[in-house]
């Protein structure tokens, strides 16, 4: 329609004739074309955004670092430290007794923060997973942008969690219970809104978008020296208490007891 008026507004002379008419109609086509492709190229960053996250396991690399695949968490400390490449637009899952800083060194890490760390824990005799995103603090852009990295960073959990288990698929697998461990999301920040504690739910329910989400506390470790909390230091060296203990020296919320941390210090 848009080359048909064109077309009949162009003085006579200038009108392709009738042999021509075929390949301008074709060339119109092909503009088109381009122009319709290039309008749906703008669209897909914008759905991939915003639209749901898939888990893609073609995309993940596992890395296994000191770690045995049949060993329960509560004996020894199993922590997952994952990475995303924007080149590559592949994820990297590294399995070992702590953070794998390795994957954490760059100045692109040290730019988007987008990494998410986790670890298993076992609270009163519970298996409970506990996972940490680094909202904002740090560099003024993560701060002027914290409101929307919170909102990526829920989006893209599922996804996170998606990848822990198929990862550590075998460990699922031998202790099929985990499934039903509770999810506790760390979300660090140097804005009080943004800087909370959420439960998602046991892990089969967390890695859902559907799933239920609150802001809530997890179970508070033994003081005394027990057998029923694994393990009794964390192997997440972000600074995190839940304690009514040593709140000097941190910022943000604090609720029933909680401190959160100072996102200057991770």
């Known amino acids: 329609m848009c080359s048909l008026s064109a077309n009949m507004l162009l003085p006579t002379k200038l009108k392709p004739a009738y042999s021509d008419k075929r390949s301008y109609s074709t060339n119109s086509l092909l503009v088109a074309n381009t122009g319709l492709k290039r309008k749906n190229q703008s669209i897909v960053p914008m759905a991939r955004l915003f639209g749901p996250a898939i888990f893609e396991s073609s995309k993940l690399k596992v890395l296994f670092l000191g770690v045995d695949e049949k060993k329960h968490p509560p004996t020894l400390p199993r922590t997952y430290t994952l ?5 590559t637009a592949k994820l990297t899952l590294a399995i070992s007794h702590s953070i794998n800083n390795s994957q954490l060194q760059g100045w692109a890490n040290r730019i988007y923060r987008d990494e998410v760390v986790a670890e298993w824990k076992k609270l009163k005799g519970n298996m409970s997973l506990h996972v940490h995103c680094h909202i904002s603090g740090g560099h003024f852009l993560l701060d002027l942008f914290a409101k929307f990295r919170y909102y990526i960073f ?54 859902s978008h559907d799933g239920q989400r609150s802001q809530t506390l997890p179970e508070m470790q033994c003081k005394d020296e027990c057998s029923c909390c694994f393990p009794p230091v964390s192997s997440i060296p972000w600074s995190h208490s839940l304690s009514n203990e040593d709140v000097t020296g941190y910022s943000g919320t604090q609720a029933e007891g909680m401190s959160t941390p100072n996102p200057e210090k991770l």
């Open 154 to 207: 829920c989006k893209e959990l599922p996804v996170v969690l998606k990848a822990i288990v198929h990862g550590d698929g075998n460990l699922l697998k031998n202790y099929p219970e985990l499934q039903e461990a509770l999810v506790w999301v760390y979300f660090h920040s140097n804005v009080d809104e943004f800087n909370r504690v959420e439960c998602w739910g046991p892990l089969w329910e967390a890695t």
């Open 83 to 87: 990475t995303h490449s924007d080149i």
